[in-house]
């Protein structure tokens, strides 16, 4: 396991981790580092104008990049696999949310997931590790063999979710996905 202090600097430099979520592994990289955010979606293969999860150990992490609900708002979600759309401050760029006015973020019960975003004084980049219309990846060893030398894979065990996490805009309720 590369120690702590090394994941930062790969990251400050504009490196990819791969990680465990809830349901997956995920591909992360500093979210104000526009040159990671594009190297996550030329991995991917994912289109700029669909935008990308920010994670977090906690909804301070969030709030530089998005209008935050009450608390209470977002109690009994957050920590969990709910994703909500909130309106997006201006240091969330256009890199992170793709064509929309809005930005995608959860505060993540994954204990290793939250615990690196809480260590590294972050959120992070938070999608799939696959190539768009792939299946997700679910170990380590997968990340490795499709992304090879990459990313910086982190080990550990993925959750127990059987689906990806449940977005929601807030504002009008709907679901996206579910």
Known sequence: ???????????????????????????GCDPDNPAAVERILKLKGRPRHKGLILIAAGRRQLQPYVHLPAAEQTAGYWPGPFTFILPARRRAGRWLTGRHNGLAVRVTAHADARRLCRELGMPLVSTSANRSGFKALKTASACRREFGAQIMVLPGRIGNSKNPSTIIHFASGKVLRG
Request: aromatic residues 12%.
């Open 1 to 27: 396991m590369p120690t702590l202090a090394a994941i930062r600097q790969y990251l400050s430099r504009g490196g990819v981790i791969a990680y465990p979520t809830e349901s997956c592994y995920g591909l």
